[in-house]
C-alpha cells in the first residue's frame, strides 16, 4: 500500500506527540522533588525549566493539532520515531543547563544514549553532578527501557486504540496479553516489583561498603535502572570500579541477566510454567553463547590468573551480550585486551539479549534462527531426495520455523550489520584505529554503552551524530523509521 498522508494524519500525530511531552514531563518532576530533598537550588531550577519547556511544548502541540483521526499502524511508527527524537531533545534540556555538558549536542547525545538504554556518556565532572541530574540520567533508562511510547499507552485513552502499533514500533514483537493496556501494564509491574528488590539489596550493599544512608539509596535507585534495564550508565565516572566491591558486581550481572530475558518469559515464569525456563529456544541460546564465547575469552585472557579472568573479563563479556554496558575496568585497560579478546567483545554486544526486552541488538531469537536455518540446510542435503524436513523451536510453545521467520531474521540482521559497518567506516573516517572504531559502533547501534575511549566530549561532532542516529536507529530496530522516511518522502511527491 502506498502511504498518502493527508494533513489530519499529521494533525493526530503531532497531537498524540504533545500528549508524549505531557508525560515525559510528569517524569521531570521526581529529580525536581529530589533536587529540593537535597537542597540543590540550581538543579531545582534547571528542572524547572525542563519541565515547564517539556509541558508547554505539550500543550501547545496538543492545542494546535487536535486529534482528528483514529490512530493506524502508519501514523504508530512515526508516531514512535519522532517521538523518541522529541523526548531525547526535551530530556537534554535540564542536563545542559547544569553546565556539565559543553554544548547542547552533548547533552542531546547523553539523553539519547539513555532513553536508548545505550550507556555511552560525554558528561564531563561526573563525580560532582548533582544527585537529582544524576537521577535523571537514570531514570531516562527506566522510561526508555520500557519504552518512552508505552510508558504512555497505560494512561492515554485517545492511543489505546493504536497501541498495538506503538508497542512493535519500539521494536518489541510480542504482546503478552492479547490486550496491549494489559501487557503494558505487566510489564511496569515486573519493573517496579523488581525495583523494590534491586534498590533494597544494593542500597544495603552500599551501606555495608560504608556510603552513607542517603547515597545509598540514590546509588541503589541508580544501579537498579542500570542494570535491570541494560543501560549501563553509573553514578561515579569509574562505573563499577568505583565501588571496589564483588558482591555489588555479582549482584548488578544478576539484574542485568533478568533484564535481557524476554519479559514474556518472565510473565510465564510468574504464572504459568516454571520449567520454562529450561525450555525456552532463547534461553538455551543465550546459554551456547555465552558459554562459548567464555570458553574462547578464557584462552584470549589466560596469562591471568583464573579469579581476575572471571572478575575482569567475564563480567564484561556478560555486560556486553545483555547490552548493559557496565564495567569494573578504564576504558584503557579494555584496550589493553588482545585483539581476539575485544573482537569476543564485540560478538557479545552485536549479539544482545532476548526479544521484548530491554536489550538492543539482533537479539537471541534470530541468532537462534540462522543457526537452525543452517543446521535445517545440512540435515536436508544428507536425507534422502524426498524427504520432507521442518525445524522447529520452543519459545513459550512449539512453532515451526516458517520462511516468513527467516526472511524477517535475515533482513534485520543485515541491517544491523549495515549500521554497524557505516558507524564504524565513520570513525576510521575520522581517524579512530579500526578495532576502537568498530567496536565503538557496535556498542552505540547495539545499545550497550561499553567504551575503549572514542566516546568522549571531545570527539568530532559529525560522529556525535552518527552515534546518535546509531542508538535511535538500533533501540527502534528501524521498520518504524523507515515507515516514517516514506512519510516524509510522500509529502515531496504531492
Known amino acids: 500500500m502506498i502511504i498518502s498522508p493527508e494533513k489530519r494524519d499529521f494533525s493526530t500525530i503531532f497531537h498524540v506527540i504533545g500528549r508524549l511531552c505531557l508525560g515525559l514531563s510528569m517524569f521531570m518532576l521526581l529529580p525536581l522533588f529530589c533536587a529540593l530533598v537535597f537542597g540543590e537550588y540550581e538543579p531545582f531550577y534547571d ?60 547533552a542531546w547525545f547523553e539523553a ?22 544524576n537521577l535523571w540520567r537514570h531514570l531516562t533508562m527506566f522510561i526508555g527501557g520500557q519504552g518512552i511510547i508505552l510508558a ?19 521494536g518489541r514483537q510480542e504482546k503478552i496479553f492479547p490486550n496491549i493496556i494489559a501487557t503494558a501494564r505487566f510489564i511496569w509491574k515486573v519493573s517496579f516489583i523488581y525495583l523494590t528488590v534491586g534498590v533494597t539489596l544494593f542500597t544495603f550493599l552500599l551501606s555495608y561498603k560504608g556510603l552513607g544512608i542517603s547515597k545509598a539509596i540514590v546509588h541503589g535507585f541508580c544501579l537498579f535502572f542500570a542494570s535491570f534495564d541494560t543501560g549501563g550508565f553509573a553514578p561515579q565516572s569509574q562505573n563499577i570500579a568505583y ?15 533478568l533484564g535481557a530475558i524476554n519479559f514474556n518469559l518472565h510473565f510465564w515464569l510468574w504464572y504459568k510454567n516454571k520449567r520454562e525456563i529450561f525450555r525456552n529456544f532463547e534461553i538455551r541460546t543465550f546459554i551456547i553463547s555465552l558459554f562459548s564465547l567464555t570458553i574462547l575469552l578464557f584462552f584470549s585472557l589466560k596469562p591471568l590468573t583464573h579469579s581476575v579472568i572471571f572478575r575482569k573479563g567475564f563480567y564484561q ?6 547490552g548493559c554496558g557496565f564495567t569494573n575496568l578504564a576504558p ?39 543457526f537452525k536455518a543452517m543446521a535445517g540446510e545440512i540435515k536436508r542435503a544428507i536425507m534422502p531426495h524426498k524427504a520432507v524436513y521442518r525445524e522447529s523451536f ?39 584505529p579500526p578495532l576502537a572504531s568498530f567496536f565503538e559502533s557496535v556498542s552505540a547501534a547495539a545499545n550497550v554503552g561499553l567504551s575503549l575511549g572514542v566516546t568522549n566530549p571531545g570527539m568530532p561532532s559529525g560522529l556525535k551524530l552518527t552515534y546518535i542516529c546509531e542508538m535511535w536507529m538500533g533501540r527502534l530496530e528501524f521498520l518504524s523509521i523507515f515507515v516514517s522516511l516514506s512519510y516524509i518522502v510522500s509529502l515531496f511527491k504531492k
Not at 243 to 257: D, G, K, P, Q, R
Not at 317 to 322: I, P
Not at 395 to 420: M, R
Open 112 to 133: 539519547m544514549s539513555g532513553f536508548a538504554t545505550t550507556g555511552l556518556i560525554l558528561v564531563k565532572d561526573l563525580d560532582h553532578l548533582s544527585f537529582s541530574h
Open 47 to 106: 528542572f524547572l525549566i525542563g519541565f515547564l519547556s517539556t509541558a508547554s511544548l505539550g500543550f501547545v502541540l496538543m492545542l494546535l493539532f487536535p486529534f482528528k483521526k483514529e490512530i493506524g499502524w502508519q501514523h504508530s511508527f512515526f508516531i514512535v520515531s519522532l517521538g523518541w527524537l522529541v523526548a531525547s531533545v526535551m530530556g537534554a534540556i535540564p542536563l545542559y543547563l547544569s553546565r556539565h555538558w559543553e554544548s547542547f549536542l552533548d
Open 243 to 257: 565501588y571496589h566491591s564483588f558482591s555489588l558486581e555479582i549482584a548488578t550481572m544478576v539484574f542485568m541477566l
Open 317 to 322: 563479556l556478560v555486560s556486553a551480550h545483555t
Open 152 to 170: 504512555s499507552i497505560s494512561i492515554l485513552s485517545k492511543v489505546r486504540n493504536g497501541s498495538l502499533g506503538l508497542y512493535i514500533g519500539e
Open 394 to 432: 520452543h519459545h513459550l510453545k512449539d512453532t515451526l520455523i516458517e520462511e516468513k521467520h527467516l526472511k524477517e531474521t535475515f533482513v534485520i540482521v543485515g541491517f544491523y550489520f549495515l549500521v554497524y559497518l557505516l558507524g564504524g567506516l565513520m570513525g576510521l573516517f575520522h581517524g579512530y
Open 332 to 370: 584503557r585497560e579494555i584496550l589493553s585486551f588482545a585483539p581476539l579478546s575485544l573482537t569476543l567483545l564485540i560478538l557479545a554486544m552485536g549479539i544482545g539479549g532476548g526479544v521484548c526486552s530491554t536489550t538492543g541488538g539482533i537479539k537471541l531469537l534470530r541468532l537462534g534462527f540462522i
